[in-house]
Nanobody, 123 residues
Framework: VQLQASGGGLVQAGGSLRLSCTTS????????MGWFRQTPGRERDFVAA????????LYADSVKGRFTISRDNAKNTVYLQMNSLKPEDTAVYYC?????????????????WGQGTQVTVSS
């Protein structure tokens, strides 16, 4: 499966962005999906994940209450709605797919990765 992330950009603190991740090659409903983010010199950190049928979602504490992950399997697309953005949310955001059935935040469980999209939040 191939993943294509989009929707990043420059936004002021307090603003919103919606990232999209479209899968191709195989139906996205086959996979659990997640978002991770990375800044230079740091590990790629978990942001949010959602199960195949969108029955459950999991969030990092740092984004809980501000970010929402959702999916539209008919469109093979996963979204990350980011509200109340902070400068510390600045990072390259990656979408990823996992064949693990259970909801997971472990980077090692994700088999497939998109190319990343830059999000910059100015203060």
């Amino acid at each position: 499966v191939q993943l294509q992330a989009s929707g990043g950009g420059l936004v002021q603190a307090g603003g919103s962005l919606r990232l999209s991740c479209t899968t191709s090659g195989r139906s996205s409903s086959t996979y659990g999906m997640g978002w991770f983010r990375q800044t230079p010199g740091r590990e790629r950190d978990f942001v949010a994940a959602i199960t195949r049928a969108a029955g459950s979602a999991l969030y990092a504490d740092s984004v809980k209450g501000r970010f929402t992950i959702s999916r539209d399997n008919a469109k093979n697309t996963v979204y990350l709605q980011m509200n109340s953005l902070k400068p510390e949310d600045t990072a390259v955001y990656y979408c990823a797919a996992t064949t693990v059935m259970a909801l997971t935040s472990s980077r090692g469980h994700f088999n497939f990765w998109g190319q990343g999209t830059q999000v910059t939040v100015s203060s």
